[in-house]
T-cell receptor, first 113, second 116 residues
Framework: EPEVTQTPSHQVTQMGQEVILRCVPI?????FYWYRQILGQKVEFLVS????????KSEIFDDQFSVERPDGSNFTLKIRSTKLEDSAMYFC???????????FGPGTRLLVL | AQTVTQSQPEMSVQEAETVTLSCTYD???????LFWYKQPPSRQMILVIRQEAYKQQNATENRFSVNFQKAAKSFSLKISDSQLGDTAMYFCAFMKQGGTGNQFYFGTGTSLTVIP
């Protein structure tokens, strides 16, 4: 069964550094999302993306964050200048058009030191 | 704004027994979807069951069923014949209707442990 994949599984970075998290959606899925889960807290929505543009974003998704689909397959989340509070598990999710169920990747655990 | 509340941070159940996980939500929407996702220690969230708000019949998937009470804004998950593999974090999630591309609103989760 096709799955959403994410790389890397773990990333450690220094505060102020840029990180790029990558997601490979299920092949016929056209809607993409990023969520994050700070340790011990609920999963929070960051952004949704469709047709090469952002559909919706939350208050968390400020100017330090950006998303793109550079090569038609990978869907990336970039954090330009990481802060300590960006430490979290970041989940990518995707779904088909007219399908409400979102399929989640295994996550990338980001640790900012 | 939509909120989802799971009031049971942790629960345990004996293997083969039945357990019910609670979820309540608040919304002014009339049409929406509700989901239960399971997050095992491997950390990938997996869909357990979904319910369309316009459907009166409660959804069932094998050993998993829901008790959807729209007026009370309650959406509990019942797991029958619990198995060791059911040990996981369970998240309740809400999504507005209105096409795909809508965000999920998650509860804080319930950590379920199945005891041999």
């Amino acid at each position: 069964e096709p799955e959403v994949t994410q790389t890397p599984s773990h990333q450690v970075t220094q505060m102020g550094q840029e990180v790029i998290l990558r997601c490979v959606p299920i092949s016929n899925h056209l809607y993409f999302y990023w969520y994050r889960q700070i340790l011990g807290q609920k999963v929070e929505f960051l952004v949704s993306f469709y047709n090469n543009e952002i559909s919706e974003k939350s208050e968390i998704f400020d100017d330090q964050f950006s998303v793109e689909r550079p090569d038609g397959s990978n869907f990336t989340l970039k954090i330009r200048s990481t802060k300590l509070e960006d430490s979290a598990m970041y989940f990518c999710a995707t779904n088909r058009v007219f399908q409400e169920t979102q399929y989640f990747g295994p996550g990338t655990r980001l640790l900012v030191l | 704004a939509q909120t989802v509340t799971q009031s049971q941070p942790e629960m345990s159940v004996q293997e083969a027994e039945t357990v019910t996980l609670s979820c309540t939500y608040d919304t002014s929407e009339n049409n929406y979807y509700l989901f239960w996702y399971k997050q095992p220690p491997s950390r990938q969230m997996i869909l357990v069951i979904r319910q369309e708000a316009y459907k009166q019949q409660n959804a069932t998937e094998n050993r998993f069923s829901v008790n959807f009470q729209k007026a009370a804004k309650s959406f509990s998950l019942k797991i029958s014949d619990s198995q060791l593999g059911d040990t996981a974090m369970y998240f309740c999630a809400f999504m507005k209707q209105g096409g795909t591309g809508n965000q999920f609103y998650f509860g804080t989760g319930t950590s379920l442990t199945v005891i041999p």
